[in-house]
T-cell receptor
């Protein structure tokens, strides 16, 4: 069974440009999470989808970030316009629903560099 | 005050040593306590999780939770060079949809 995949693995853009990150969760996983790690800091939660609905987006830093999950399958995270402080590694994770606690499986991350 | 505090290390031990990794947390509402392992350029991988105070063992790994002190630990016995990685503690509670609160991670190097 394929794990969580993320694309691209690495993106280098200039300040002010737009970047879209994609996450494909494990098939059948209703929960999808986005996290981010900026240099020197801990991995921080951004938002949580249950199927196509945003369950919790309390971790989104500002309105330059837009996440979508079309049809409850893959998800995209768009940053527009990108700022220097957006540089970091963006992780996606997915888990099954219907359980008291579901293990979150992480993708390899997208390393974003904003110049 | 951060939700989860973890000493980032780095920690270097000889092969065969017992390793102790620790985190403290501030929110007593947390219900689930996890340890993730992350190799370079990879995503975190769940090692162990527990939801009660006490010890949980899995092979060479033991997770320990003390809710009264808000303290969690991971012990690695007979450490191997393949254990060299970053170890992240993570904590969650159901009211937040199990969103994970991570520590900074401790970098561990096990030398042959």
């Amino acid at each position: 069974e394929a794990g969580v995949t993320q694309f691209p693995s690495h993106s280098v853009i200039e300040k002010g440009q737009t970047v879209t990150l994609r996450c494909d969760p494990i098939s059948g996983h209703d929960n999808l999470y986005w996290y981010r790690r900026v240099m020197g800091k801990e991995i921080k939660f951004l938002l949580h989808f249950v199927k196509e609905s945003k369950q919790d987006e309390s971790g989104m830093p500002n309105n330059r970030f837009l996440a979508e999950r079309t049809g409850g399958t893959y998800s995209t995270l768009k940053v527009q316009p990108a700022e220097l402080e957006d540089s970091g590694v963006y992780f996606c994770a997915s888990s099954q629903s219907g359980r008291a606690f579901g293990e979150q499986f992480f993708g390899p991350g997208t390393r974003l560099t904003v110049l | 005050q951060k939700e989860v505090e973890q000493d980032p290390g780095p920690l270097s031990v000889p092969e065969g040593a017992i390793v102790s990794l620790n985190c403290t947390y501030s929110n007593s509402a947390f219900q689930y306590f996890m340890w993730y392992r992350q190799y370079s350029r990879k995503g975190p991988e769940l090692l162990m999780y527990t939801y009660s105070s006490g010890n949980k063992e899995d092979g060479r790994f033991t997770a320990q939770v003390d809710k009264s002190s808000k303290y969690i630990s991971l012990f690695i016995r007979d450490s191997q060079p393949s254990d060299s990685a970053t170890y992240l503690c993570a904590i969650a509670y159901s009211n937040s949809g199990y969103a994970l609160n991570f520590g900074k991670g401790t970098s561990l190097l096990v030398t042959p």
